[in-house]
């Protein structure tokens, strides 16, 4: 298993209103499942996705209904070592 670790990008004018989710972490086996569970747990309707780097993405969600619907980018940082129990 791999954490993803969702950080909002930060606070753009053109938003009339910013996303009540700043960071969060989900636990998946893939990018993939890890955007879509993040989708269902907050409500957002998922866009797309960007690789930017080996380990790092842009995903983009939408939220709301038009005229106030709002387009949101999280910066996702993968990191493939997870060990539940280590102490």
């Keep these: 298993m791999k954490q993803f670790a969702f950080y909002l990008k930060p606070y753009d004018r053109q938003i009339r ?11 998946s086996d893939r990018i993939e499942n890890a955007v879509q569970k993040f989708a269902e747990l907050y409500g957002s ?8 780097k080996e ?3 842009h995903v983009f969600y939408t939220r709301g209904r038009a005229p106030e619907k709002e387009e949101f980018m ?11 129990n280590d102490r």
């Design 17 to 27: 209103r910013q996303s009540l989710i700043f960071f969060t972490v989900i636990v």
């Design 45 to 52: 309707d998922y866009c797309g996705m960007v690789k930017i």
């Design 55 to 57: 380990q790092q993405y």
């Design 74 to 84: 999280y910066i996702v940082n993968e990191n493939e070592r997870l060990h539940f």
